[in-house]
Structure formats: C-alpha cells, structure tokens
C-alpha cells in the first residue's frame, strides 16, 4: 500500500476546531487547541488535520495524508514505500501528466503535489496504477524540484460560519492568502526537467 495513500479509518478533523487567532503578522487561521505540528515547520502554514493510523479500514488510493504526502514532498521520499526517491546525475525521478493550471512550457515548471519515487516503485506505479493507464504521462529526471507552496482550503469567517469556494486552491509560499487557508498538500516546481520516458 502506498505510504501516501488516505485510509478509510483515518477521520478528518472538524471545521468547527478552526479559530481566527492572532499571529506573527496579524489574524490567521488556526485551532482550537493547536499543537505545534499542525503548522508546517517550513513555513508556519496550517495543516489539515488526519488522524494517523495507516492500516485501518481500506486505502483510498486517490487521496493522499496531508502529512505523510508533506513528509514524502519536503524529505523528497518515494511516495509509496518512504523511502529515499531515485536520483542521479540528471535529479530526482518523478511522474507528470497535464494538469489545468500547467505552464506552457510543460513538464518544465510543472507544479506537482505528487512526491518522488524510488526506482522500484515508478516501474510498478506505470505497470498498476489506473489512472497511469488513461493519461498521458511522463517520466522525469528533475534537477530542481523547488518548495513552491501549498495546495488546500481557503477559509472564510462569515455570519453564517465558515465558507468555503473552492477546494484545491494552489497558494506559493509567501501569498498573504495563506493565512487563512487548511493546507492538504505540499507542492513543488519541477524545474531543470529531462524527459526519460512515457506512456498512455
Ligand atoms: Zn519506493
């Protein structure tokens, strides 16, 4: 099972422990109760949260843990076993497929919260997984994968309680949207990309 993957026994956190609190620099989101791992250290931005108990129910392999995923991106970690990605004299190995809010120049300053993988386990994510099989893809060697941001929830506080508009929301570190913003998933620009393969 992927390292990555969300398991069906892992219960999210609820909207109702997000506050507005006072923080470095003004009002910010944050928690009831926060503990310093809520925040990702890198950053000081707010982390959904997951419990962690890997193993209970049944994997959902389309969705990621907000803190295993950070913990493969920022450690630069495969994906699926945890341990250290494939790298090389061109960089670090990683899969891509288009995505809306690409760059022309694609794959080259592609934004990604897909971590690494090790050689072992890019053979087997091409050979098994599905969505590989419907998409076109490539295999990259990346030579600067760069912290850019975040992608999550974006909060309002309005009469009515918290709103939200839209789920995916990408933000680069340093965007004063942040600050008030559940982050799922830690992204990077793949820069200084060589292509090594594909398929679909
Ligand atoms: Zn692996």
């Known amino acids: 099972m992927p390292y990555v993957a969300l398991w069906s026994g892992e219960r999210a956190g609820l909207e109702s422990e997000l506050v507005v609190e006072v923080g470095r620099g003004g009002l910010r989101l944050g928690y009831e109760n926060e503990r310093p791992e ?9 982390c959904a949260r997951v419990e962690q108990s890997p193993g209970v129910g049944r994997p959902l392999y389309d969705s990621m843990h907000p803190a295993r995923q950070y913990v493969a991106m920022y450690s630069m970690k495969c994906q699926v076993c945890g341990q250290p990605a ?21 794959p080259e300053g592609a934004l990604t919260g897909m971590p690494p ?35 999550g929830t974006p909060y309002m506080l309005t009469a009515n309680g918290w709103t939200v508009k839209e789920n995916d929301a990408l933000l680069p570190i340093g ?15 793949l820069r200084n990309v060589s292509v090594v393969g594909g398929g679909s």
């Open 86 to 106: 494939s790298r090389n004299k061109d960089g670090w190995l990683f899969l891509d497929w288009r995505k809306p809010y690409d760059p022309p120049t694609w």
């Open 175 to 189: 965007d004063p949207g942040l600050r008030g913003v559940v982050a799922s998933r830690l992204i990077r620009e």
């Open 38 to 46: 809520d925040r990702a250290s890198s950053s000081d931005v707010l």
């Open 117 to 151: 993988l090790c050689d072992i386990h890019a053979r087997s994510s091409i050979a098994e997984c599905p969505h590989l099989r419907h998409t076109e893809f490539v295999v990259l060697r990346v030579r600067t994968p760069r912290l850019w941001g975040f992608s």
